[in-house]
């Protein structure tokens, strides 16, 4: 079930998007297109590269929750926040195995042909830092990044409505 975790925005808009996620495939496709979403209604167009590098940096963290930090029962949640300038982007992708921390490994095999592994070295060098806390409200860990999009040039938000009308109300998934 997707549940809303913040208030819709205030009448000088929106700097933060949170929400609940089922750990399924398609709840880690979802969280990816409502940050993509709401990167393009604060300024960032899809086809931008804030908006691509930070819809990528999410996948590859949701995937990770899904894949290593589900818990049965459990949702994933992700939490996007844009700096008071605009200028520096913060993802945050929490799930409740706190044991399971991620770490960023390299290949062992030179020209290895692996399907899977790279996700955090993906994160590594697209975000300007990130790394692993604890998670705040409850069991479990929170994987974060951020991005700084001011140093080139990027645009703040513009207080766009996110999620827009009616897409928090969208069918849980199976």
Do not use: Q
């Not at 496709?29 to 167009?45: E, I, K, N, Q």
């Not at 899809?46 to 459990?74: F, Q």
């Amino acid at each position: 079930m997707h549940t809303p975790l913040s208030p819709p925005p205030g009448p000088t808009g929106a700097t933060e998007f949170a929400m609940a996620f089922t750990s399924t495939p398609r709840g880690a496709r979802l969280a990816r297109l409502f940050v993509s979403h709401c990167l393009d209604s604060w300024g960032h167009p899809y086809d931008g590269g804030v908006n691509e590098t930070l819809a990528l940096i999410t996948a590859e963290l949701c995937a990770n929750a899904v894949r290593h930090g589900r818990v049965p029962g459990r949702d994933f949640h992700v939490r996007l926040a844009a700096g008071a300038d605009g200028g520096r982007l913060r993802l945050e992708v929490s799930d409740t195995r706190a044991e399971r921390r991620p770490t960023v490994t390299t290949p062992t095999t030179p020209g290895a042909e692996s399907e899977s592994g790279y996700g955090l070295l993906l994160v590594a060098a697209l975000a300007d830092d990130w790394g692993v806390t604890d998670r705040r409200s409850g069991p479990g860990k929170t994987v974060w990044a951020v991005l700084n999009t001011a140093s080139s040039g990027r645009t703040a938000p513009s207080g766009g409505r996110c999620p827009p009308e009616g897409l928090a109300d969208l069918p849980p998934s199976p």
